[in-house]
């Protein structure tokens, strides 16, 4: 597995890592036996990077997570997590007491003293221009809570402020070939500034696994079925924000675009798309959800497909131009 360094938190992570909202039980329901099983195999594969964040499963997915560290002494896993999302979302919420009420709970749930990454969870965009709120993360890695501090974002604007703050560590962004908006100058300043970059929704919600039909569906509990049209949370997060029936013809595209070395080496649709964003310049690991062992080892092995060639990232954006920059591109 590659490593690279995330960030100014200076540790070496895995370029793929491990997404665990879905150990929280909000894509549908994942047993506690399952949620280990999908830990270890990720381990045993070379992932040394779990994401999760205080609102999973209400804790359930740190909780898990902090389960399964307490019972393997002398782990170089690193856990970032995330926090922000347990109030309304108004930047007058975002306060030290709150911080440290937050973080508390998930060192508690993570059986840390403390935390090794803790991201600000897609806050109001007021947030990132407050300087007293920044101030108050470098109280709590003072205070030695929280070793380092990111942002997870919606937008690359709010991205490119988080980026402009000396001690930010990551930015956490939505990026596929299907949203490639951070490739305009979220990237190159982050690389500017030795920021890490964790891209999320790297599958586009699994419409990138090139799986779907039409006529898929998802269970009630899954915001694949309730959050379609943002109601519940950021629509970009779903799908990425395209039309899911758009998508899933867009996905069949980008599988006929697969390189034939990765294609003769058995290399899947959804490992060359996460290959893809893992190998782009600047970014530090990509986080992938898995709900079973065998999607864990999947994305793990992304980790071995060859590098990919400049005509395949040209296929990549002009099939993005063709069918979702007009849509999406200024929107995020």
């Known amino acids: ?3 690279r360094t995330l960030g100014r938190t200076h540790r070496s992570v895995s370029a793929i890592a491990l997404g665990t909202w879905q150990l929280g039980a909000d894509w549908g329901e994942v047993t506690e036996a399952d949620a280990r099983a999908v830990l270890d195999a990720s381990v045993e594969a070379g992932v040394t990077l779990f994401d999760t964040a205080d609102v999973y499963g209400d804790g359930r997915s740190e909780q ?3 389960g399964y560290l307490a019972d393997r002494s002398g782990h170089d896993i690193t856990v970032a997590t995330k926090m922000g999302r347990r109030e309304a979302q108004d930047a007058a919420n975002f306060t030290l007491p709150k911080f440290r009420e937050w973080t508390d709970r998930s060192r508690a749930n993570l059986r840390t003293d403390t935390l090794d990454l803790v991201q600000l969870h897609c806050p109001p965009t007021a947030v990132f221009s407050a300087d007293r709120v920044f101030d108050d993360l470098d109280t709590l890695v003072a205070e030695g809570a929280i070793a380092a501090y990111g942002v997870s974002v919606e937008t ?4 490119l402020t988080a980026i402009a703050r000396p001690n930010v560590a990551t930015v956490q962004i939505i990026l596929n070939a299907f949203r490639l908006k951070p490739l305009d ?4 300043a ?3 500034a030795g920021v890490g970059i964790i891209a999320r929704v790297p599958l586009a919600s699994g419409l990138l696994s090139g799986k779907y039909t039409a006529d898929t569906t998802f269970a009630a509990n899954d915001h694949r079925t309730y959050n379609r049209d943002g109601s519940a949370f950021d629509v970009g997060e779903t799908f990425s924000g395209v039309d899911f029936e758009r998508g899933v013809a867009a996905a069949r595209e ?3 675009l697969l390189p034939g070395e990765a294609a003769a080496s058995g290399f899947t649709t959804a490992q060359v798309a996460l290959a893809w964003v893992a190998q782009l310049q600047g970014v530090s ?3 992938p959800g898995a709900r079973n062992v ?3 080892v999947s994305n793990a092995a992304a980790g071995s497909v060859p590098k990919l060639s400049p005509a395949f990232t040209a296929a990549v954006a002009e099939l993005y131009d063709r069918e979702f920059r007009a849509a999406i591109h200024d929107r995020w």
Do not use: K
């Open 1 to 3: 597995m590659d490593t």
């Open 64 to 66: 898990l997570i902090g």
């Open 156 to 159: 690359a604007d709010d991205a």
């Open 185 to 188: 100058a979220v990237l190159p």
């Open 190 to 192: 982050a690389i500017a």
């Open 254 to 256: 980008f599988a006929a």
């Open 285 to 287: 690991a990509v986080i």
């Open 294 to 296: 065998s999607q864990a």
